[in-house]
């Protein structure tokens, strides 16, 4: 990885990432062998991805997959803890162990939802696993029965974690520094962490 700009600085690198994911694997992999079926890991778009492609082969147990999309209203601009399901699971969840996988968990509205929500559905058990706990963000308390990183309140990037789309595949996770400027500039840390791809 180049050196990535001012405006971002590395706070999780490449290797503590995986060092985090594969303790967190071996957990959920203690706590969920001997089940009846696998149990059912669910990504919760998009920022999970990378997360849960990396957790479940972290895992030494089978388990099944499947994604939840939601997103915010955001009509008062503020997080209101309203959101609605726009993509929703295949699976029929009733009777299954099933385990919420999120990149982040920040105020915790999200997760909050998304327990109640699920939780309505019938699943023989629910529990959630986060790569990034944001504790000092939090407005709801909620259960986080797995989590790799506690982060302090910093806005953060990479590893899934978007800013307007962009910095998901940075294979490690970077502090923004400058919230202010890469607002100014989305492209900011694009310059230096990626060659170019346009004159
Ligand atoms: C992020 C993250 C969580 C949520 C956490 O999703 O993936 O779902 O925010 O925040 P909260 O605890 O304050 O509710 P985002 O809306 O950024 O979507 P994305 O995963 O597609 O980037």
Do not use: W
């Not at 929500?117 to 909620?142: F, H, N, W, Y």
């Not at 520094?177 to 890469?182: E, F, G, N």
């Amino acid at each position: 990885m180049t050196s990535p700009d001012h405006a971002g600085e590395p706070l999780i690198a490449r290797r503590e990432l995986a060092c985090g994911i594969d303790r967190v694997g071996m957990q959920m992999s203690n706590d969920l062998a001997s089940l009846p079926r696998p149990p059912l890991l669910v990504g919760v778009l998009k920022g999970s991805t990378l997360f849960l492609a990396d957790l479940m082969r972290s895992m030494q147990i089978e388990v099944e997959i499947d994604f939840i999309s939601i997103s915010a209203y955001s009509s008062t601009g503020s997080s209101s803890g309203v959101v609605r399901i726009v993509k929703d699971l295949e699976v029929d969840i009733a009777g299954r162990d099933v385990v919420i996988v999120e990149d982040i968990v920040d105020t915790g509205l999200t997760l909050n939802y998304l327990r109640r929500s699920l939780g309505e559905r019938g699943p023989r058990s629910l529990r959630a696993a986060t790569l990034l706990d944001k504790v000092a963000r939090r407005i709801v308390p909620v259960e986080v029965e797995y989590s790799a990183f506690e982060v302090p309140d910093v806005f953060v990037v990479g590893y899934g974690l978007d800013f307007q789309g962009l910095y998901r595949n940075v294979p490690e996770i970077l502090a923004v520094k400058d919230i202010a400027k890469l607002a100014n500039d989305p492209m900011l840390l694009v310059r230096s962490l990626f060659v170019e791809t346009s004159a």
